[in-house]
């Protein structure tokens, strides 16, 4: 027995596995004893698995294999996540589409056909890959996110939240990608943090009728051209200075900051409260704002960590701004279009990408004499996690499920999950459930699980549907070959029950997230069908996938159980750690700084690579994955092992 037979014994295996059928026998034996209720985290296969995925699927067989000895009955149901925004950009991509509009011109439904066949592009190799690994799961009867079944049921949960008064619409400010031209929700946004250098500028703000100036502090100058108010905090303490020849107003603890070891007088001190509506001249006025603006307001959230102690306000662009514009009433003024350019009123800049003009918009002001001083400023920014384009903070209409409202419920929720490692309960996770925001569901996007509510173009009466028999009720053109999907399902059309008036459904599709999430109840088409099946097989026992899904999969999971059911829907959640490159870098499918794991089963077999993955650290700490360390382990560890048994049966 030599390392080049090892892999190929393993393929002998694997086939003695398939022509006797010892994964359903090793079911068939367990029938009737007592279940532990796995539930699969459905990949996508539009791209070719990677190293991170064969860890998920060797831990994972690890722990069922290891309760199917202990006399489990262990059903191991694939799944297969379908829609969203990640698919889309690849077909784009594929297609040569640049933006929205190229789509539509293209046409939504051969659009989308494109990505329903892109998702199982793969699903041959995702197949192979898990039969050479070993997970031994049923990859012949998946539950997949784009049947009607499956969306039906995701349907149906919406309609729950929709009763409770939790599936609403809403203005918001909200993460925005610029590019894909949607908005993210908050565990989307958490995903794609990166430090950048943005310019911080010092910027004076002229007091009506006094020579005198505000100053206030900013890393966004293109924001400014939609300032409405500058905010100062009630309780901090405000001193006016003579400063190279001019007078300022800032906190006092921030001028001590600031200035320090500059020459300047005090002239005069007020508490923060006092300021309170004192009015300014406007940097900017490309368009007559409808309501008062221009005035010095009270915030609580204006703090002496950074900056003047006053903050430009620009509701529009901020969730604080936003909720200060509206204690204020102040005017929301957008300049900024969806493709994150200038609108047309905005004559100088108009067209440009507003983080382009940044600039020139400096310039302007250095030119008019109103940029005090100017750095540059290393902070954390979100980056849209798909196409890594900046994101913009915009006041859009969108539809959210109120999941701050529902934040005890899922903090107590939470207490009756087990986390392996234990301090992802109440840290990473536990801090993330207990500031749970909304959750911005809608995407203005094409392929996904439409959202079902439709709207009467008369009268405005707003319904969602809750099942395909009372769509087929409701409906007035229902179709002999229903399809789900957009562009077929946007063109049922329903009578308003108040007015009689013809209701069209809106045009949005829902997070890919709330798909996945749903998979403890969808997967079975519950509660349409299999209500008993899926009685026994909630809450999960086990799930098991890597760290970055703590605020994606295991947070939709935990919101939608605890949304309609007020539970948890796991016991016990294992996460894995990032696997890295030799050299501790983030393995990317575009850095391809990885081995194909099929080459690594031909060359050492699966089970080195296997060994080498549960025994290199704990399940839940960053691996370095290479070459080397797998051949190292067949060489001193499996075949050592070979041999000692080798030894022990010839003698
Ligand atoms: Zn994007
Ligand atoms: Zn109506």
């Not at 991509?93 to 892109?118: A, D, H, P, T, V």
């Not at 709207?455 to 409701?474: H, M, N, S, T, W």
Request: glycine share 6%; aromatic share 14%.
């Amino acid at each position: 027995m030599d390392a080049k037979n090892y892999p190929r014994m393993e393929e002998e295996i694997l086939k003695y596995w398939d022509r006797n059928r010892i994964f359903e026998k090793s079911l068939k034996n367990r029938e009737g004893c007592k279940k532990f209720v796995f539930l699969e985290g459905p990949p996508t296969a539009n791209g070719l698995p990677h190293p991170g995925h064969v860890l998920t699927r060797t831990m994972k067989d690890v722990v069922l294999r290891y309760k199917t000895m202990k006399g489990f009955y262990v059903a191991r149901k694939a799944g297969w996540d379908t829609h969203g925004l990640p698919v889309e950009i690849e077909v784009e991509k594929m297609l040569g589409l640049r933006n929205k509009q190229e789509i539509e011109e293209y046409g939504i439904e051969r659009f989308n056909e494109e990505c329903k066949k892109s998702v199982f592009r793969y699903e041959e190799a995702w197949k192979e890959m898990t039969r050479r690994v070993g997970f031994w799961i049923n990859m012949d009867n998946p539950y997949i996110t784009l049947e009607n079944d499956y969306i039906e049921s995701v349907w149906w949960s919406l309609k729950e939240a929709w009763k409770k008064g939790l599936l609403f619409r809403g203005y918001k400010v909200t993460p925005y990608c610029p590019r894909c031209g949607t908005t993210l929700s908050s565990h989307e946004v958490a995903q794609g943090y990166k430090e950048v250098e943005d310019p911080s500028i010092f910027v004076k703000f002229k007091i009506k009728g006094k020579d005198e100036y505000f100053l206030a502090w900013t890393t966004t100058p293109w924001t400014l051209i939609s300032n409405v108010a500058l905010a100062v905090h009630p309780e901090e303490w405000y001193i006016k200075i003579e400063y190279e020849g001019e007078k300022l107003i800032l906190a006092e603890e921030r001028a001590a900051v600031l200035l320090k070891g500059k020459e300047y007088n005090e002239i005069d001190r007020y508490k923060g409260s006092e300021l309170e509506g004192i009015e300014y001249e406007p940097l900017y006025k490309f368009v007559e704002p409808e309501k008062k603006c221009w005035f010095v307001i009270l915030a609580d959230f204006v703090t002496m960590d950074e900056g003047t102690g006053i903050v430009h306000i620009a509701p529009a662009f901020g969730e604080e701004d936003y909720e200060a514009g509206r204690k204020y009433d102040l005017p929301v003024i957008q300049l900024v279009d969806l493709e994150g350019k200038f609108k047309e009123e905005v004559k100088p800049w108009a067209g440009k990408f507003v983080k382009d003009a940044d600039r020139e918009i400096i310039e302007d002001l250095k030119n008019r004499g109103l940029l005090v001083s100017e750095h540059k400023y290393r902070h954390q920014y979100p980056f849209c996690w798909r196409c890594d384009s900046p994101l913009l903070y915009y006041a859009i209409e969108s539809w959210f499920i109120g999941m701050s409202r529902l934040r005890e419920h899922l903090v107590k929720n939470n207490e009756k999950i087990n986390w392996y490692p234990e301090y992802i309960k109440h840290g990473r996770f536990g801090e993330f459930i207990r500031e749970a925001r909304d959750w911005a569901l809608s995407r203005k996007r094409y392929w996904g699980t439409p959202l079902p509510v439709w709207v009467c173009q008369k009268c405005g009466k707003e319904i969602c549907i809750g099942g395909i028999e009372e769509l087929r009720q409701k409906a007035t053109n229902f179709p002999e070959k229903l399809d789900l999907h957009r562009p077929y399902v946007d063109k049922i059309l329903l009578k308003c029950e108040e007015c009689g008036g013809e209701m069209k459904r809106v045009e949005e599709v829902i997070d890919a997230w709330y798909d996945s999430g749903s998979a403890p109840f969808a997967q079975w088409h519950y509660p349409f069908e299999n209500e008993k099946v899926f009685k026994e097989n909630f809450p999960a026992d086990f799930i098991c996938e890597a760290i970055d899904q703590t605020r994606g999969w295991f947070y939709s999971l935990l919101a939608i159980s605890t949304l309609l059911f007020d539970e948890a829907p796991y016991k016990n959640v294992l996460t894995l750690g990032l696997i890295l490159d030799e050299k501790g870098q983030k393995m990317s499918k575009k850095a391809r700084n990885y081995v194909e794991p099929a080459e690594i089963f031909q060359k050492y077999g699966a089970d080195a690579l296997r060994w080498y993955l549960i025994s290199a650290s704990p399940p839940w700490q960053p691996k370095r994955f290479y070459e080397k360390v797998v051949k190292d382990v067949l060489s001193k560890f499996l075949l050592t092992l070979w041999n000692v048994f080798s030894f022990y049966e010839t003698y």
